[in-house]
């Protein structure tokens, strides 16, 4: 079961948000999710538990708990949607400015 994790303080490590999840069963996969540009977190990853009762015991028991000063937003990951690109308008720049 993908779970999502939000409200991350910054500074955590993908191994610390392992270590926080192995308690309620195998971790297949800890994500911190960072910014493109600078290489920075973004404050939410994603956790991979082995089946759904061990993430609905995750959920249970760390949504709304205080990590690294902050409280955590736990729930189960929902398919990312797919946006359609914006597409800017088109600029001239041979037209005179008066």
């Known amino acids: 079961m993908k779970l999502f994790v939000g409200n991350l303080s910054f500074d955590t490590t993908e191994a610390e948000l392992e270590e926080l999840f ?9 994500r911190i999710i960072t910014d493109q540009n600078t290489g920075r977190s973004r404050g939410f990853g994603f956790v991979t538990l082995k ?3 061990e993430g609905q015991a995750a ?9 690294s000063g902050r409280n955590l937003t736990v729930n189960e990951a929902r398919p990312r949607e797919e946006r359609p690109r914006e597409e800017r308008p088109k600029r001239s720049f041979s037209g005179s400015r008066r």
Do not use: C
């Open 51 to 53: 089946n759904a009762a």
């Open 59 to 67: 959920i249970k028991a760390l949504a709304g708990k205080s990590f």
């Open 22 to 30: 192995a308690p309620f069963g195998t971790v297949a996969d800890a």
